[in-house]
């Protein structure tokens, strides 16, 4: 019923870019927010960027002045601008999708690599 397909991620060098996008298909309405998380081996998942339906955005202190996040809420699509990669940011990055009612959708990751 409900799809949230991640694209966009790969193996960059240290200092590159990648920029993932999120799809949200199927029976969701009224969604409040969009997000991204991300996990690591061996890592509890983390929040990396969340954006709400009217634009108030939050941000990991890890990322913070190197990712940005934005959303286009009539496609139900979602972004995370990756600047400045660093190897620490190595991780499945996971697409997530809130309803007004606080209930959440996950996708199933894409995976980004980022190694010389």
């Known amino acids: 019923q409900v799809q949230l397909v991640e694209s966009g991620g790969g193996l960059v060098q240290p200092g590159g870019s990648l920029r993932l996008s999120c799809a949200a298909s199927g029976s969701i309405f009224s969604i409040s927010a969009m997000g991204w998380y991300r996990q690591a081996p061996g890592k509890q998942r983390e929040l990396v960027a969340r954006i709400t339906s009217g634009g108030s955005t939050n941000y990991a202190d890890s990322v913070k002045g190197r990712f940005t996040i934005s959303r286009d809420n009539a496609k139900r699509m979602v972004y995370l601008q990756m600047n400045s990669l660093k190897p620490e940011d190595t991780a499945v990055y996971y697409c997530?999708?809130?309803?007004?009612?606080?209930?959440?959708?996950w996708g199933k990751g894409t995976l980004v690599t980022v190694s010389s």
């Open positions: 997530n999708v809130e309803r007004l009612d606080s209930i959440g959708y």
